[in-house]
């Protein structure tokens, strides 16, 4: 499975973003896509993941009641809307997939990563 992220920019404090990730390849063993950021000097962290099929959403603490993930309406992709953004939302986005039911924020159980799409808000 390759994954490719999508979507990213600058945007003011108080906007909106919505980044994809396209799917592409053997897209038959997704079993879940995530959502991760890493902002510099940080450790990569959880944001939000989604079942591919049935829709069971995941999200951090951080961007919950902010950020919605969804399938998206194109074939095979997944999107993350992100209102209300905040400037310790800077980050660089990545998706990835998890080939089965394992912990949803848990970095070491995702593969296949994209390379990455800047967000960055300005204050």
């Keep these: 499975v390759q994954l490719q992220a999508s979507g990213g920019?600058?945007?003011?404090?108080?906007?909106?973003?919505?980044?994809?990730?396209?799917?592409?390849?053997?897209?038959?063993?997704?079993?879940?896509?995530g959502w991760f950021r890493q902002a510099p000097g940080k450790d990569r962290?959880?944001?939000s993941a989604i079942n591919w099929s049935g829709g069971?959403?995941?999200?951090?603490d951080s961007?919950?009641?902010r950020f919605?993930?969804?399938?998206g309406s194109a074939k095979n992709t997944v999107s993350l809307q992100m209102n209300s953004?905040?400037?310790e939302d800077t980050a660089v986005y990545y998706c990835a997939h998890s080939p089965g039911n394992f912990q949803p924020s848990a970095l070491k159980w995702y593969g296949?990563?994209?390379?990455?799409t800047l967000v960055t808000v300005s204050s």
């Excluded at 296949?112 to 990455?116: C, D, K, L, V, Y």
Aim: charged share 15%.
């Design 45 to 47: 962290e959880f944001v």
């Design 68 to 71: 919605t993930i969804s399938r």
């Design 112 to 116: 296949s990563w994209g390379q990455g």
């Design 85 to 87: 953004l905040k400037p």
């Design 9 to 33: 920019g600058l945007v003011q404090a108080g906007g909106s973003l919505r980044l994809s990730c396209l799917a592409s390849g053997r897209t038959f063993s997704l079993y879940r896509i």
């Design 63 to 65: 961007v919950k009641g």
């Design 56 to 60: 069971v959403t995941y999200y951090a």
